[in-house]
């Protein structure tokens, strides 16, 4: 097994929140400030949320999905990040997104191939809806993990309630477009972030998107999430590379061919469109069989749909997965 089964009452985000989210403050704080520091001279300048400002989620249930596993410190999770739209290097979004990207006002327009389409606010797109904590393992194709605590939806409750059409056989997201918020999204010129054409989007098969796993997470450790990890929400797919867990998402068309990805687009033989995490199936420039999950020296093995066999591997049953990568 895998993964351990609890009972949903057994876990509440006040059992996982741990001591280093309180010693962790200071160093928030002193992020913060840098953050306001550039922003003064930024373009775009609004009054987003610093980290210190995230609003706690309140009591949800666990759930019989998240794994037991040691969880990645908050500082790890919300200093060591990948979001291009501000810049490429591991601490650019710490430094640049608290202060740029507001989490109010927002709106995720809901479009294609379903019922109930329309533009909706954060709060009518989240209305009626019962946060969950999801502990889940997130491996990214670079070859690092992390185990984080996330508080969201199942996205299969949101389509649903979009009552696709029969010809909606995939999910198309895409993050929010305002290239004063977002620097990357006005970089011109032969830089690697001009090359990427923005907005950022990613895609689901209908099945994969339904599939109890799949998360629309809002918070993560028990609070809102920091703009650097996507706020204010942002999709999660445990078992396949992070790149698929699309942030800051304004978007989400049902459509009936397979969406282009913005990985996909940058390198095809590098990036599919299902990056489901496989052990066997190597990056063309790395391996894919072990991992460093952050924080610890030793690596350990990559395990086979991240470990999420159980759920998810019968989506595939009859697909070639080193065609299909
Ligand atoms: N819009 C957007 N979403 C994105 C990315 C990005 O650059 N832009 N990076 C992806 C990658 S490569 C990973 S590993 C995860 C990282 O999520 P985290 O920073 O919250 O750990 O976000 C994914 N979602
Ligand atoms: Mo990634």
Redesign the pocket.
């Known amino acids: 097994m895998l993964i351990k089964r609890r009972r949903a009452s057994d876990v509440r985000p006040s059992e996982i929140t741990p001591e280093s989210l309180y010693r962790d403050r200071r160093r928030f704080l002193r992020t913060s400030a840098l953050a306001a520091a550039g922003t003064l001279l930024a373009p775009g300048w609004s009054m987003a949320k610093p980290m210190e400002a995230l609003e706690p989620l309140g009591e949800m249930p666990g759930s019989d999905f998240s794994t037991d596993e040691a969880l990645t410190p908050y500082e790890e999770?919300t200093t060591?990040?990948?979001?291009?739209?501000f810049g490429s290097s591991k601490d650019d979004?710490m430094r640049l997104a608290p202060g740029r990207l507001e989490h109010r006002p927002w709106t995720v327009t809901v479009s294609g191939e379903a019922g109930n389409t329309g533009e909706f606010g954060f709060e009518d797109f989240m209305r009626g809806l019962t946060l969950e904590e999801r502990i889940y393992r997130?491996r990214?194709?670079?070859g690092w993990s992390?185990v984080?605590p996330w508080n969201g939806v199942p996205l299969a409750e949101v389509i649903r309630r979009a009552q696709p059409t029969s010809r909606a056989k995939y999910v198309k997201f895409s993050?929010k477009y305002d290239p004063q918020v977002f620097p990357a999204q006005r970089a011109r010129g032969m830089s690697f972030l001009a090359s990427i054409d923005w907005?950022?989007t990613?895609g689901l098969r209908m099945d994969e998107a339904m599939n109890p796993l799949t998360l629309l997470a809002v918070g993560?450790y028990g609070k809102e999430l920091p703009s650097?990890?996507?706020a204010p929400i942002?999709?999660v797919v445990p078992w396949k590379?992070?790149?698929?867990?699309?942030?800051?998402i304004a978007h989400i068309h049902f459509q009936e061919t397979e969406p282009e990805t913005?990985?996909n687009l940058l390198a095809p033989n590098e990036y599919g469109f299902y990056a489901n995490v496989n052990p066997n199936v190597n990056h063309p420039r790395w391996s894919q069989a072990r991992e460093r999950r952050i924080g610890e020296f030793f690596k350990q093995d990559t395990l086979m749909f991240n470990g999420y066999q159980e759920e998810v591997a019968d989506l595939y049953a009859g697909m070639d997965l080193r065609k299909y990568y």
Request: glycine content about 6%; charged content about 20%; some cysteine.
């Open positions: 999770v060591y990040n990948n979001f291009y739209e979004p997130l990214c194709v670079e992390m984080i993050t907005p950022y990613e993560l650097q990890n996507g942002r999709l590379y992070g790149f698929k867990s699309i942030k800051s913005t990985w």
